[in-house]
C-alpha cells in the first residue's frame, strides 16, 4: 500500500505493472472520473463557496478516488463513487475545524452574511441566497445541495452521505426551512431599511 | 389512491420528486385546500429554483488544467495539508461565529501574511464574535466615556478617544478588550437606530503605513483599516461601501487628532 502510495501520482508507474487490458480498463475510468468533473466542482461550489477551496476540495477528491481505483466497481456509476468519496472528505475536514476549537458556533445574524461574489455577477438576491446557504449546518447543505442542486433522489442522497433515509429527509426539511428563514430575515431586513430612510 | 392526510412534509417529498405517482393528484388537493401550504411550496419551489440557477454556471466553466492533470497522473502533487482546509481551519478561528465560517477562504491572501492583513481578521474576528452578542456586546457601556477610554488606553498603550459617529447614525454602545497577536486591542462598538452594528478595533501596531480593506472570501463584515505611527485601527461592519468608506473616515480623523498626531 505504501508504494502504491509514492507511486499513485503517475499513471505510468502503475501501468508498467499491469497488463495491456488493465490499463485500458483503467484509461476508460480516468474518462469516466474526468467527465464528472464539473459536476463535482458545482457540488463543491455550494459546500464551499470559496471558488478556490472549492476546487482544492475536488483535488483531494479525484486524488483520493485514483488511490483507491480498485473500489470503485465496473459499471457502478462513478458519479456517485465520487460524491461519496468528496462527501467524505468534506464532512473529515468540517469536523476536524470544528475540533480545532470552534465546536461552540453561534448562529451568525443574517445581517453579518454580506458576501464577497462567488460566483460572477452576482446579484443581491443571488448572493443572499449563497450566503444563506452557507449558513447552515454543514450536513444539512450536503443534503440539501445533493438533492435541490445536483438532482440525486433521496435514496441515492441517503447512500452517499451514509445516513439513513429517515435522516436525510429531515436534514432535507430542516436545511430549507433554514434557508428559507435566512432569507425572510435578511427580506425583513432590507425593508426596515428602506421604511426608515 | 391512498386517503392519507398530508402534511409540510409532504411538500418536501413533492418538490423533491419522492411524492409517489399515486399520491400527487390528492396532494395537489391538499394545496389547494391549504393556502398557507400552498404558498410555502411555492417559496420552496423558487428557493430551489434559484439555487439552481445560481449555480448552472459552474457546469460550462472550463475545468481548471491541475484537476485534470490529478487524472491523467501529470499533476505535481500537492502538500499533504491541503490550503483549502488549512485556510477554512484559520478562517473559522478567526471568524469564531456563523457555520459559514467553517467554509471560509481567505480572499487569496496567504494566511498569517502580511500584518494588516492580519490586523484586519483579527478586528473582523473581533467584531463578528461580539458584535454578533445581543445583550453583553461591550465590557464596559459607553455612558461615562472618559472612563472607557481611560481604560482602554491604559491597557493598550495608546492614546484613545471614542469617535463621535452620530453624524453618520452610530452612537456608541461601549468597549472591551480583545487579543490581539501578542498584545491587547481595544474594541469600541456602534449601533445605529436599524440595529446595525459596527466597530472600531484599534491596536499598537508596527510602523507601517498602510491602508486597505478586507473582507474574508467567505464573505461577511468588511473591515476598513489603516496603520499609521505605531496605530493600527479597522473599521468593521456590513454597510452599503460608500457608507463603511465616510464612517471609517470620519473616526480615522477623530482617533489620530485624539492621539496629538494629526496628519494627512
Known amino acids: 500500500m505504501a508504494r502504491r502510495l509514492r507511486g499513485a501520482g503517475k499513471a505510468r508507474s502503475i501501468g508498467v505493472e499491469e497488463d495491456g487490458l488493465r490499463s485500458a480498463v483503467m484509461d476508460e475510468k480516468k474518462a469516466a472520473i474526468l467527465q464528472e468533473i464539473p459536476r463535482l466542482r458545482r457540488y463543491a461550489r455550494a459546500l464551499l463557496r470559496d471558488r478556490d477551496s472549492a476546487d482544492d476540495l475536488v483535488q483531494d477528491s479525484l486524488e483520493r478516488a485514483l488511490l483507491r481505483m480498485d473500489n470503485w466497481r465496473t459499471g457502478e456509476s462513478p458519479r456517485r463513487w465520487l460524491f461519496t468519496i468528496m462527501h467524505h472528505l468534506f464532512i473529515d475536514q468540517m469536523r476536524k475545524v470544528s475540533r480545532r476549537g470552534e465546536a461552540a458556533i453561534l448562529p451568525l445574524e443574517a445581517s453579518e452574511a454580506l458576501a464577497t461574489p462567488a460566483i460572477q455577477a452576482e446579484s443581491v438576491a443571488s448572493r443572499e441566497i449563497v450566503d444563506a446557504l452557507q449558513q447552515i449546518s454543514p450536513d444539512r447543505r450536503a443534503a440539501l445541495v445533493m438533492v435541490a442542486i445536483e438532482g440525486f433522489s433521496y435514496a441515492e442522497a441517503a447512500t452517499m452521505l451514509g445516513v439513513p433515509a429517515g435522516t436525510l429527509m429531515s436534514r432535507i426539511a430542516r436545511g430549507r426551512e433554514e434557508l428559507r428563514g435566512l432569507l425572510d430575515d435578511q427580506a425583513r431586513r432590507r425593508a426596515i431599511r428602506i421604511v426608515e430612510k | ?264
Open chain 2, 1 to 264: 389512491m391512498s386517503a392519507r392526510s398530508f402534511t409540510d412534509r409532504d411538500i418536501h417529498l413533492a418538490l423533491d420528486g419522492e411524492l409517489p405517482e399515486d399520491e400527487r393528484a390528492a396532494y395537489q388537493m391538499w394545496l389547494e385546500a391549504n393556502p398557507d401550504m400552498k404558498a410555502r411550496s411555492l417559496r420552496f419551489a423558487a428557493d430551489n429554483a434559484a439555487l439552481r440557477n445560481l449555480f448552472a454556471g459552474v457546469l460550462e466553466e472550463p475545468v481548471p488544467v491541475r484537476l485534470e492533470a490529478v487524472v491523467n497522473g501529470e499533476g505535481p502533487r500537492r502538500k499533504q495539508a491541503t490550503p483549502w482546509w488549512r485556510m477554512a481551519a484559520a478562517a473559522a478561528l478567526l471568524i469564531a461565529g456563523g457555520l459559514g465560517g467553517y467554509l471560509a477562504g481567505m480572499n487569496g491572501i496567504g494566511m498569517g501574511g502580511d500584518s494588516d492583513d492580519r490586523m484586519a481578521q483579527l478586528a473582523i474576528a473581533a467584531h463578528q464574535t461580539f458584535a454578533a452578542d445581543k445583550n453583553r456586546p461591550v465590557e464596559v457601556d459607553g455612558s461615562d466615556q472618559a472612563y472607557l477610554t481611560g481604560w482602554l488606553s491604559k491597557r493598550t498603550g495608546l492614546r484613545l478617544v471614542a469617535p463621535d459617529l452620530s453624524n453618520d447614525g452610530f452612537t456608541l454602545l461601549g468597549g472591551r478588550l480583545v487579543p490581539a497577536d501578542g498584545s491587547t486591542a481595544a474594541l469600541m462598538l456602534y449601533a445605529d437606530a436599524d440595529g446595525n452594528r459596527i466597530s472600531v478595533y484599534v491596536v499598537a501596531e508596527g510602523s507601517e503605513r498602510t491602508k486597505g480593506t478586507f473582507t474574508l472570501a467567505s464573505g461577511g463584515p468588511e473591515a476598513v483599516y489603516w496603520q499609521d505611527e505605531g496605530y493600527g485601527c479597522a473599521i468593521v461592519g456590513t454597510l452599503p461601501p460608500e457608507q463603511m468608506g465616510t464612517v471609517a473616515r470620519n473616526a480615522y480623523k477623530q482617533l489620530i487628532a485624539g492621539a496629538g498626531q494629526a496628519r494627512t
